[in-house]
């Protein structure tokens, strides 16, 4: 059946890009901790984390992906999200510390002595056990992203509106952890992690299974959000993108698909966070700032938006390109970031992977076009349509790259 | 931004009044040195002769009113003046022990140590204290000089001592300025509450105090309570709880003028946004960078003044506005010609490039003048502040709310009465029909963007005087901008007032009871529900042309 | 006619946006199985009739049943939808970046919740009914061209497919032959009357010939109410019919 072979040209790409993961998750560890120090093919210490933290961060322009790419939700806010799910493992953390901390208290993290805190927050309670706090993990951004998209969508808050209250709610999130009464450490954050699961975090063994797991992670998110992307709500997703209100006309209820595709972002995105706090040793407010979540945006925007795989892509990009340029030139680094963001907007809408696409396309119409010259067919049998039609429907998500804003009525 | 923090304006007064204490006192020294000699000569005979003699020096010291003298023959009446046996200099001792150290009652100078049996206390009885008090009382609140009085009313008041009264009621009577005359009243009145006095006089008393508000008299009153008989209770509970709520009210005054001001900047900052967004559609970001370049402008035009015009200061603030406009209204039409004009009909993405644009032009900030906060002057208007009815208002904030309210005023006139504002009006509810009426869409769309950055400009020369200039100063007024615009309706200029007014004035409220950062998240997280009720804000544009 | 045996009851609906009264007292009553041609001119309430049907606006006053006994005015869009009634646009809007077969799919008769629709699978069934309705609505060759490809009249007639895999009790069909030409017009008419045979359908239009080929009760809407009811001749022999659409 020709759907099905369709559908899995389009699942082929992703599968591609898994395996690729999966590869690293392997090959990167092993050579770090395999072959001798100075080896030429050896991953360095420094460089398992650099890649581990690239890797969350494709994670969460994964999360964002599938409901800007998908769903046509512009969220300037997806890194409370990721930093809710990291402040969670972060808790996790600082109970493992116990007493080794500067105060030794067994019981109280240091920022709580040095507060005079007796006793630990409620909310701080479990936290201590693994599962909890991984639970946790998927739990609060999953919950934020429920309330308040229950709230929006049911509204109809669309849009830019949309995106505005989206970075008014992790802007409200930045300012509550700065403040040391929430128990979160305020300007600090949490830090200073000792182990995590009885390992130390500093140890490269532990550093290099963070990093397989992430791999790993980021492989099994790409695949989840594919699996859902090509179901038949998948393709409710994209109606809804394209015009919201007809899908409401057929019986759909965008406002709970919307839903459905924003608390799974939330919870990939709270996922992403969890990963990054290991690796990075530190979460704080700061990772609730709203240029945070828009830098996100351009990573997946610069990779393609509504391809799942373009954003890994471009988050990975954008952030070699920014340690390399904060390295080498440090003050040229926000002339390119906002050159980024002007020049993807302006002449690659539908991001690195579309634009490629494109032009396959357009060299397989061309082949089409001089194949057909030569041998004309003039079949019509419907099993075997011209080469350019499948490919243009072998993506019906394609990234749109909103060229064309489609009023429902 | 609505933690800016605003002047405190207590302290400020509290200064203010010292100041003035200062300067009185440093006016009175200056009178003195034409009679130093006798005045002092006359302190050295104090120690000397019969009560009755002394008496007679007390009321000739009287006579020459210097000032100084109140602290002396306050000593003196303490019994706390002593005479240097060997010298004849009149001190007052301090410290423990032996030797102690002295100092000259009459300039407050220390004047060394001195040993215990080598002075001697100068005595007093109560005929001579009578005479002290009456002195004290024709050097202060008899003296001819009316602040004078008017301070010793005020020290009397604070002393609350019921040995003053019978000095006040003397004054009182011939006292013909009313200020001072009220203020004399009030010392005596918080002498009373400290007596024995008879109920009428008690509720009489009462009622001046409570006339009086303010904390102090708040603070008399609360203590007089337990004090007090059971019939005279009743009138000082009613007493405190009127003046209760005058300084509720004036609390209440306080908190929505420090609103209306931090509105005004609200609306500042977002007015140029809500015609962008209003009648564009268009989100830029970069609007906060045309506030920040609005300061800079301003920060050179100073650097220009200081250095080449000097007598021109007080005048920059003026020079800035025009250039600001400028200068932020071509940037504005060269990024809306450059990139937001191939971006239109698509809101998210012109949200991403503006995004984009400020970040460079943040940088280039940043490269060009540094990274540091720059020091932009207040001209002499701009500086200081005023009491308004109890209120203490400081001129910068006072201008930027009159300043505030003229742009907007000038705003409405431009959208309603000239042409351009109707050719906007006309795009914004209809642009196909616009253009084909033969209105040059595009070439209003430039304008209309150079119009809302020159506005922000503008913000930018106020924001200067109240805000550090630096390369984030922007940054710090983009959400909320968003929020006064999202809040008062897109495409309404009014909505747009009422929202940063409300805005203002609800932080403002809630700061005291939850402090400044928690008051800001309640009033997101407000927004954020309100957003989900009328998604359209306050005053939302009806119809189907908005629909679109 | 008891209300209970209609499929369509409107009653003394009234409307009104900012003053201006859309809908003014409009009471039309559709038979189960029956074909109704709406005409009118601009701004007559057609398009706001078919918005109170459907549950996109909320009358102010009146009562809207539907298959006798629901309450449309309680419901919903997507409610609505599912309770059977599918709508055509004047603008045809089909989903654009879907191929015209998956437009098909998102229509089709069926669970609408997310998780059913996340963990659907398509049955032989249904992609027989998709081979059908692609055959009815003549699209078979497009059937993997997405929709944004197709052309104006292709695009009508996906619609239109659209609510046939809806399989609704009353179909809205709101001016169908816009754009179409003659032959294309005549088609839908006869497409139209076949799909009446077995639903009740409701067309607005504004072309003659086209109406005069659903040969069916006709009711003219003018300034928000029931101007003239009955069959085409009849109504356009009405006066008043004559002067609203010749102007005064």
Same mark, same amino acid.
């Given at each position: 059946?020709?759907?099905?072979?369709?559908?899995?040209?389009?699942?082929?790409?992703?599968?591609?890009?898994?395996?690729?993961?999966?590869?690293?998750?392997?090959?990167?560890?092993?050579?770090?901790?395999?072959?001798?120090?100075?080896?030429?093919?050896?991953?360095?210490?420094?460089?398992?984390?650099?890649?581990?933290?690239?890797?969350?961060?494709?994670?969460?322009?994964?999360?964002?992906?599938?409901?800007?790419?998908?769903?046509?939700?512009?969220?300037?806010?997806?890194?409370?999200?990721?930093?809710?799910?990291?402040?969670?493992?972060?808790?996790?953390?600082?109970?493992?510390?116990?007493?080794?901390?500067?105060?030794?208290?067994?019981?109280?993290?240091?920022?709580?002595?040095?507060?005079?805190?007796?006793?630990?927050?409620?909310?701080?309670?479990?936290?201590?056990?693994?599962?909890?706090?991984?639970?946790?993990?998927?739990?609060?951004?999953?919950?934020?992203?429920?309330?308040?998209?229950?709230?929006?969508?049911?509204?109809?808050?669309?849009?830019?509106?949309?995106?505005?209250?989206?970075?008014?709610?992790?802007?409200?999130?930045?300012?509550?952890?700065?403040?040391?009464?929430?128990?979160?450490?305020?300007?600090?954050?949490?830090?200073?992690?000792?182990?995590?699961?009885?390992?130390?975090?500093?140890?490269?063994?532990?550093?290099?299974?963070?990093?397989?797991?992430?791999?790993?992670?980021?492989?099994?998110?790409?695949?989840?959000?594919?699996?859902?992307?090509?179901?038949?709500?998948?393709?409710?997703?994209?109606?809804?993108?394209?015009?919201?209100?007809?899908?409401?006309?057929?019986?759909?209820?965008?406002?709970?698909?919307?839903?459905?595709?924003?608390?799974?972002?939330?919870?990939?995105?709270?996922?992403?966070?969890?990963?990054?706090?290991?690796?990075?040793?530190?979460?704080?407010?700061?990772?609730?700032?709203?240029?945070?979540?828009?830098?996100?945006?351009?990573?997946?925007?610069?990779?393609?938006?509504?391809?799942?795989?373009?954003?890994?892509?471009?988050?990975?990009?954008?952030?070699?390109?920014?340690?390399?340029?904060?390295?080498?030139?440090?003050?040229?680094?926000?002339?390119?970031?906002?050159?980024?963001?002007?020049?993807?907007?302006?002449?690659?809408?539908?991001?690195?992977?579309?634009?490629?696409?494109?032009?396959?396309?357009?060299?397989?119409?061309?082949?089409?076009?001089?194949?057909?010259?030569?041998?004309?067919?003039?079949?019509?049998?419907?099993?075997?349509?011209?080469?350019?039609?499948?490919?243009?429907?072998?993506?019906?998500?394609?990234?749109?790259?909103?060229?064309?804003?489609?009023?429902?009525? | 931004?609505?933690?800016?923090?605003?002047?405190?304006?207590?302290?400020?007064?509290?200064?203010?009044?010292?100041?003035?204490?200062?300067?009185?006192?440093?006016?009175?020294?200056?009178?003195?040195?034409?009679?130093?000699?006798?005045?002092?000569?006359?302190?050295?005979?104090?120690? +000397?002769? =019969?009560?009755? #003699?002394? %008496? /007679?020096? @007390?009321?000739?010291? !009287? *006579?020459? &009113?210097?000032?100084?003298?109140?602290?002396?023959?306050?000593?003196?009446?303490?019994?706390?003046?002593?005479?240097?046996?060997?010298?004849?200099?009149?001190?007052?001792?301090?410290?423990?022990?032996?030797?102690?150290?002295?100092?000259?009652?009459?300039?407050?100078?220390?004047?060394?140590?001195?040993?215990?049996?080598?002075?001697?206390?100068?005595?007093?009885?109560?005929?001579?204290?009578?005479?002290?008090?009456?002195?004290?009382?024709?050097?202060?609140?008899?003296?001819?000089?009316?602040?004078?009085?008017?301070?010793?009313?005020?020290?009397?008041?604070?002393?609350?001592?019921?040995?003053?009264?019978?000095?006040?009621?003397?004054?009182?009577?011939?006292?013909?300025?009313?200020?001072?005359?009220?203020?004399?009243?009030?010392?005596?009145?918080?002498?009373?509450?400290?007596? +024995?006095? =008879?109920?009428? #006089?008690? %509720? /009489?008393? @009462?009622?001046?105090? !409570? *006339?009086? &508000?303010?904390?102090?008299?708040?603070?008399?009153?609360?203590?007089?309570?337990?004090?007090?008989?059971?019939?005279?209770?009743?009138?000082?509970?009613?007493?405190?709880?009127?003046?209760?709520?005058?300084?509720?009210?004036?609390?209440?005054?306080?908190?929505?003028?420090?609103?209306?001001?931090?509105?005004?900047?609200?609306?500042?900052?977002?007015?140029?946004?809500?015609?962008?967004?209003?009648?564009?559609?268009?989100?830029?970001?970069?609007?906060?960078?045309?506030?920040?370049?609005?300061?800079?402008?301003?920060?050179?035009?100073?650097?220009?003044?200081?250095?080449?015009?000097?007598?021109?200061?007080?005048?920059?603030?003026?020079?800035?506005?025009?250039?600001?406009?400028?200068?932020?209204?071509?940037?504005?039409?060269?990024?809306?010609?450059?990139?937001?004009?191939?971006?239109?009909?698509?809101?998210?993405?012109?949200?991403?490039?503006?995004?984009?644009?400020?970040?460079?032009?943040?940088?280039?900030?940043?490269?060009?003048?540094?990274?540091?906060?720059?020091?932009?002057?207040?001209?002499?208007?701009?500086?200081?502040?005023?009491?308004?009815?109890?209120?203490?208002?400081?001129?910068?904030?006072?201008?930027?709310?009159?300043?505030?309210?003229?742009?907007?005023?000038?705003?409405?006139?431009?959208?309603?009465?000239?042409?351009?504002?109707?050719?906007?009006?006309?795009?914004?509810?209809?642009?196909?029909?616009?253009?084909?009426?033969?209105?040059?869409?595009?070439?209003?769309?430039?304008?209309?963007?150079?119009?809302?950055?020159?506005?922000?400009?503008?913000?930018?020369?106020?924001?200067?005087?109240?805000?550090?200039?630096?390369?984030?100063?922007?940054?710090?007024?983009?959400?909320?901008?968003?929020?006064?615009?999202?809040?008062?309706?897109?495409?309404?200029?009014?909505?747009?007032?009422?929202?940063?007014?409300?805005?203002?004035?609800?932080?403002?409220?809630?700061?005291?009871?939850?402090?400044?950062?928690?008051?800001?998240?309640?009033?997101?997280?407000?927004?954020?529900?309100?957003?989900?009720?009328?998604?359209?804000?306050?005053?939302?544009?009806?119809?189907?042309?908005?629909?679109? | 006619?008891?209300?209970?045996?209609?499929?369509?009851?409107?009653?003394?609906?009234?409307?009104?946006?900012?003053?201006?009264?859309?809908?003014?007292?409009?009471?039309?009553?559709?038979?189960?199985?029956?074909?109704?041609?709406?005409?009118?001119?601009?701004?007559?309430?057609?398009?706001?009739?078919?918005?109170?049907?459907?549950?996109?606006?909320?009358?102010?006053?009146?009562?809207?049943?539907?298959?006798?006994?629901?309450?449309?005015?309680?419901?919903?869009?997507?409610?609505?939808?599912?309770?059977?009634?599918?709508?055509?646009?004047?603008?045809?809007?089909?989903?654009?970046?879907?191929?015209?077969?998956?437009?098909?799919?998102?229509?089709?008769?069926?669970?609408?919740?997310?998780?059913?629709?996340?963990?659907?699978?398509?049955?032989?069934?249904?992609?027989?009914?998709?081979?059908?309705?692609?055959?009815?609505?003549?699209?078979?060759?497009?059937?993997?061209?997405?929709?944004?490809?197709?052309?104006?009249?292709?695009?009508?007639?996906?619609?239109?497919?659209?609510?046939?895999?809806?399989?609704?009790?009353?179909?809205?069909?709101?001016?169908?032959?816009?754009?179409?030409?003659?032959?294309?017009?005549?088609?839908?008419?006869?497409?139209?009357?076949?799909?009446?045979?077995?639903?009740?359908?409701?067309?607005?239009?504004?072309?003659?010939?086209?109406?005069?080929?659903?040969?069916?009760?006709?009711?003219?809407?003018?300034?928000?109410?029931?101007?003239?009811?009955?069959?085409?001749?009849?109504?356009?022999?009405?006066?008043?019919?004559?002067?609203?659409?010749?102007?005064?």
């Amino acid at each position: 059946m020709i759907t099905q072979r369709l559908l899995n040209a389009l699942g082929g790409k992703v599968l591609w890009v898994a395996a690729i993961l999966l590869v690293i998750a392997v090959l990167v560890p092993a050579s770090n901790l395999l072959l001798p120090v100075g080896h030429p093919l050896r991953v360095p210490n420094y460089m398992v984390a650099l890649l581990g933290k690239y890797l969350t961060y494709a994670m969460l322009a994964l999360a964002l992906d599938l409901v800007w790419g998908y769903v046509g939700i512009l969220s300037l806010g997806h890194g409370a999200f990721f930093a809710l799910g990291g402040y969670a493992m972060g808790m996790y953390l600082m109970r493992q510390i116990g007493d080794r901390g500067v105060y030794a208290n067994p019981n109280l993290p240091d920022f709580m002595v040095f507060l005079n805190w007796s006793e630990l927050p409620w909310y701080w309670w479990g936290f201590g056990n693994f599962w909890f706090a991984m639970l946790m993990v998927m739990v609060v951004p999953g919950l934020l992203a429920f309330v308040f998209g229950w709230f929006a969508f049911r509204s109809r808050v669309t849009g830019v509106y949309l995106s505005i209250i989206t970075q008014a709610m992790t802007y409200a999130l930045m300012l509550s952890f700065f403040r040391n009464d929430m128990g979160f450490g305020g300007n600090n954050g949490l830090t200073d992690f000792k182990d995590i699961l009885g390992h130390p975090v500093q140890a490269s063994a532990t550093r290099a299974t963070l990093f397989a797991v992430t791999a790993i992670a980021l492989a099994a998110a790409l695949l989840v959000c594919s699996a859902i992307t090509r179901s038949k709500l998948g393709k409710v997703m994209v109606a809804v993108r394209d015009a919201e209100s007809r899908t409401r006309f057929i019986g759909y209820r965008p406002e709970y698909v919307k839903l459905f595709a924003f608390v799974v972002s939330a919870i990939t995105a709270g996922i992403a966070g969890a990963l990054y706090v290991p690796q990075v040793g530190i979460i704080n407010p700061g990772e609730f700032a709203p240029a945070n979540s828009i830098e996100v945006v351009v990573w997946t925007a610069i990779g393609g938006r509504g391809t799942l795989y373009g954003p890994i892509i471009g988050a990975v990009l954008v952030n070699y390109a920014k340690t390399w340029f904060t390295g080498a030139y440090p003050e040229l680094w926000l002339f390119a970031l906002g050159g980024l963001f002007v020049a993807v907007t302006l002449f690659l809408p539908k991001g690195i992977v579309g634009t490629v696409g494109d032009w396959r396309t357009r060299w397989r119409d061309r082949r089409a076009i001089s194949a057909a010259k030569i041998a004309p067919s003039g079949t019509d049998d419907s099993s075997d349509p011209p080469k350019v039609v499948r490919a243009r429907s072998a993506d019906p998500a394609a990234p749109l790259g909103a060229s064309k804003p489609q009023p429902a009525e | 931004m609505f933690s800016l923090s605003d002047t405190p304006l207590w302290p400020a007064a509290f200064r203010a009044v010292r100041m003035f204490v200062l300067s009185l006192l440093a006016a009175l020294l200056l009178l003195a040195p034409a009679r130093a000699q006798s005045v002092e000569d006359l302190v050295r005979q104090l120690p +000397e002769g =019969s009560f009755s #003699d002394r %008496a /007679a020096v @007390v009321s000739q010291l !009287a *006579a020459t &009113g210097d000032a100084r003298l109140v602290s002396l023959l306050e000593a003196l009446a303490a019994g706390d003046l002593n005479v240097v046996e060997e010298t004849g200099a009149v001190v007052t001792l301090s410290g423990r022990g032996d030797p102690l150290d002295a100092t000259d009652a009459l300039t407050g100078e220390g004047v060394g140590e001195v040993a215990k049996a080598s002075v001697e206390r100068i005595r007093v009885n109560n005929s001579l204290r009578r005479a002290v008090r009456a002195a004290i009382g024709q050097l202060t609140v008899m003296s001819p000089n009316r602040n004078t009085r008017l301070s010793a009313a005020g020290a009397m008041f604070q002393a609350a001592d019921p040995e003053n009264i019978p000095l006040l009621d003397e004054a009182i009577a011939q006292e013909d300025d009313d200020g001072v005359r009220r203020a004399m009243e009030e010392a005596r009145a918080a002498s009373m509450l400290r007596t +024995e006095a =008879s109920a009428d #006089d008690f %509720a /009489a008393a @009462v009622d001046v105090i !409570a *006339a009086r &508000g303010g904390r102090a008299s708040l603070g008399i009153l609360t203590s007089a309570l337990p004090a007090a008989s059971d019939e005279a209770r009743p009138a000082i509970e009613a007493g405190i709880r009127a003046i209760e709520n005058r300084l509720a009210l004036l609390n209440v005054a306080q908190n929505v003028w420090y609103g209306i001001s931090l509105g005004s900047v609200l609306l500042l900052a977002a007015i140029g946004l809500a015609i962008t967004f209003g009648v564009m559609g268009v989100i830029n970001m970069a609007h906060g960078e045309m506030v920040m370049i609005g300061a800079y402008t301003t920060f050179v035009v100073q650097n220009v003044i200081r250095v080449s015009f000097p007598g021109l200061f007080d005048w920059s603030l003026a020079i800035a506005l025009p250039a600001a406009f400028l200068v932020t209204g071509l940037i504005g039409i060269a990024i809306e010609r450059g990139i937001i004009r191939w971006l239109y009909g698509r809101p998210l993405e012109t949200l991403l490039a503006t995004w984009g644009l400020s970040l460079i032009i943040q940088q280039a900030v940043r490269s060009i003048f540094g990274a540091s906060n720059r020091e932009v002057g207040n001209p002499s208007w701009m500086s200081g502040s005023f009491d308004f009815y109890g209120i203490a208002i400081t001129w910068n904030r006072f201008w930027i709310v009159l300043f505030a309210l003229a742009v907007f005023a000038i705003l409405l006139v431009v959208m309603k009465r000239t042409s351009l504002g109707l050719q906007m009006r006309a795009v914004t509810q209809n642009r196909r029909m616009a253009s084909s009426m033969g209105i040059r869409t595009p070439w209003v769309d430039a304008l209309t963007f150079g119009l809302g950055s020159g506005i922000a400009g503008l913000a930018g020369v106020a924001l200067s005087q109240i805000d550090n200039v630096s390369p984030n100063l922007g940054q710090g007024y983009i959400i909320d901008s968003f929020m006064v615009v999202v809040f008062g309706g897109v495409g309404n200029l009014w909505g747009t007032l009422v929202g940063a007014l409300t805005l203002g004035v609800v932080n403002k409220f809630l700061e005291p009871y939850a402090g400044a950062v928690l008051a800001k998240i309640f009033v997101l997280v407000f927004i954020i529900l309100f957003i989900q009720k009328r998604p359209r804000g306050l005053f939302a544009l009806k119809g189907r042309a908005v629909e679109a | 006619m008891p209300r209970t045996d209609t499929m369509l009851y409107l009653d003394g609906v009234s409307v009104a946006f900012d003053g201006f009264r859309a809908i003014n007292n409009l009471s039309l009553v559709l038979d189960k199985g029956e074909m109704r041609a709406i005409i009118g001119p601009n701004g007559a309430g057609k398009t706001t009739m078919m918005d109170i049907i459907t549950g996109k606006t909320r009358p102010d006053t009146g009562e809207v049943f539907f298959d006798g006994t629901i309450d449309l005015t309680r419901h919903d869009e997507a409610d609505i939808a599912m309770l059977g009634i599918g709508r055509k646009f004047q603008k045809p809007t089909v989903f654009e970046s879907h191929t015209v077969e998956d437009n098909l799919l998102l229509a089709l008769k069926g669970k609408r919740s997310i998780f059913p629709t996340l963990f659907h699978r398509r049955s032989t069934l249904e992609e027989d009914r998709i081979g059908e309705i692609l055959a009815v609505i003549r699209l078979e060759e497009r059937r993997h061209d997405l929709a944004e490809n197709l052309s104006h009249g292709q695009k009508q007639w996906l619609e239109i497919g659209m609510l046939l895999a809806q399989d609704p009790k009353l179909l809205l069909v709101d001016e169908p032959v816009a754009g179409m030409t003659d032959a294309e017009t005549a088609e839908t008419a006869r497409l139209l009357r076949d799909i009446a045979k077995t639903h009740s359908v409701i067309v607005v239009e504004h072309d003659m010939h086209f109406v005069r080929e659903l040969d069916v009760k006709v009711t003219c809407l003018h300034e928000g109410s029931v101007l003239s009811e009955g069959s085409l001749d009849f109504v356009s022999a009405d006066e008043r019919v004559v002067e609203v659409y010749l102007g005064r």
